[in-house]
């Protein structure tokens, strides 16, 4: 089973909410990742957690903030974003915490900020 | 630094053609090679890998082999189908001695006539 899951699927927020995306991966990866897509552009990488830390933070805005509570779950806490947030966010896994290794991607959520 | 360079698209094509979606990469070392594909509106897929030189990855008719000599990692599928309409990304893992992240060019979209 190589599958990684995301909710929601969509989601729609003003500019003054708080919201949370919710990554979820049962293959025993110690290694996950979330990335921001925009339209016709490759996933750029936002933060990597390596077994339950945060190991990489590629300066992103403050108003984004990652969590994992457990080796299994990856969560990203959304609060006060701006209309250029609106995107497709990505979660991925990794068996280990080397970067070479074959990352897994969960199908996303497409966000859109008003 | 590391980069990698495929071909622009749309790439449109009849079914039953070939494919061929050429793919380059500079860097150091021994990186390893992906293909990932993303259907419309969803997220990325594995679709096939290669590790070191002269290796060979395929799944679902796609192909590619890790030229190293070329510093190429071309894709090809004999005979496309309407199915395969997506954006195809060409990604670059470091080497093994190196923790950095995946880098993705900047994907082909590929569109399958009927």
């Known amino acids: 089973d190589t599958e990684v899951t995301q909710t929601p699927k969509h989601l729609v927020m003003g500019m003054t909410n708080k919201k949370s995306l919710k990554c979820e991966q049962h293959?025993?990866?110690?290694?996950m990742y979330w990335y921001k897509q925009k339209a016709k552009k490759p996933p750029e990488l936002m933060f990597v957690?390596?077994?339950?830390?945060?190991?990489i933070n590629e300066s992103v805005p403050s108003r984004f903030s990652p969590e994992c509570p457990n080796s299994s779950l990856l969560n990203l806490h959304l609060h006060a974003l701006q209309p250029e947030d609106s995107a497709l966010y990505l979660c991925?896994?990794?068996?280990?915490?080397?970067?070479?290794?074959?990352?897994?991607f969960g199908p996303g959520t497409r966000l859109l900020v008003l | 630094g590391d980069s990698v360079t495929q071909m622009e698209g749309p790439v449109t094509l009849s079914e039953e053609a070939f494919l061929t979606i050429n793919c380059t990469y500079t860097?150091?070392?021994?990186?390893?090679l992906f293909w990932y594909v993303q259907y419309p509106g969803e997220g990325l897929q594995l679709l096939l890998k290669?590790?070191?030189?002269?290796d060979k990855g395929s799944n679902k008719g796609f192909e590619a082999t890790y030229r190293k000599e070329t510093t190429s990692f071309h894709l090809e599928k004999g005979s496309v189908q309407v199915s395969d309409s997506a954006v195809y990304f060409c990604?670059?893992?470091?080497?093994?001695?190196?923790?950095?992240?995946?880098?993705f060019g900047k994907g082909t979209r590929l569109h399958i006539l009927p």
């Open positions: 991925a896994s990794s068996q280990g915490d080397r970067y070479q290794e074959t990352q897994y």
């Open positions: 293959m025993g990866h110690r290694a």
């Open positions: 957690y390596s077994y339950e830390k945060l190991s």
């Open positions: 860097a150091t070392g021994y990186p390893s």
């Open positions: 290669a590790t070191k030189a002269d």
């Open positions: 990604a670059l893992g470091p080497p093994m001695n190196r923790d950095d992240k995946i880098i």
